[in-house]
């Protein structure tokens, strides 16, 4: 099968090389705050390698630099990771007729930003020739950011360049899109409230577990999210 037409890939190189600069960045800063909380240079990568979904990583670090268990880590992680799993049906139909170690790359690369990509097309060559273009080069991106934050991390304290504040800005841009909803206002009211009240009486990271249960109030048949939710990471 052709994944690819050649018309159409140069401008997909260009918007994928455009937002592969903001997965540098957010790379470069997951690299800094990973090795910050006690992970090797080389754990730093080989998470961002197999995981490859940065909010996910960002929580996992975040949670076990202020002290949390791996339990706890782990469970935000999965969470934040699970909406993967619906684009990965959005984006079956792209990857359906590959061979199966085309298919297992393929899941690999489905994130925020391949899917919406893809996702703006309705022709079915050119969704391929979207995803198969932006995908390694965004997963290229990513992870040269993350050996590049990573390499000079032991280095530089994150505070002092305001690294620490990425994790937060970067769920705070998730989370305005969503805001402009009754179901995603609902959520995050419940989200903020059963955080704050949880957190003088069990460990670190179980309240963000806890507030997660807020999503459900955003699943709704006749919910309608807004056009743009992109959130400037993987």
């Not at 998470?47 to 782990?74: E, I, W, Y």
């Not at 935000?76 to 984006?91: D, E, I, P």
């Not at 050119?126 to 040269?144: C, E, G, H």
Request: hydrophobic share 55%; aromatic share 8%.
């Amino acid at each position: 099968m052709h994944y690819f037409r050649a018309p159409d890939a140069r401008r997909f190189v260009n918007a994928s090389l455009i937002i592969g600069v903001a997965f540098v960045v957010f790379g470069m800063s997951f690299g800094v705050l990973a090795v910050a909380a006690g992970a090797s240079v080389a754990q730093a990568c080989v998470m961002s390698l197999l995981v490859f979904t940065g909010a996910s990583q960002m929580s996992a670090v975040s949670v076990l630099a202020s002290g949390g268990s791996a339990a706890s880590a782990f469970g935000g992680a999965v969470l934040l990771a699970s909406r993967n799993a619906v684009y990965g049906l959005a984006l079956a139909p792209v990857l359906r007729s590959s061979s199966l170690p085309v298919r297992l790359l393929g899941a690999q690369w489905v994130i925020d930003e391949t899917t919406a990509l893809v996702a703006a097309e309705r022709d079915e060559t050119v969704r391929r020739t979207a995803f198969w273009v932006s995908a390694p080069i965004l997963y290229a991106s990513w992870n040269i950011g993350t050996l590049g934050g990573a390499l000079i991390g032991s280095n530089i304290d994150p505070s002092d360049f305001g690294l620490d504040a990425a994790f937060p800005v970067m769920f705070m841009a998730m989370l305005a899109p969503h805001l402009r909803t009754p179901a995603g206002k609902r959520a995050a009211v419940f989200g903020a409230v059963a955080a704050v009240a949880l957190a003088p009486f069990m460990p670190i990271g179980l309240p963000i577990l806890v507030s997660a249960v807020g999503m459900f109030f955003g699943i709704s048949p006749s919910k309608q999210l807004p056009a743009e939710t992109t959130d400037g990471a993987p």
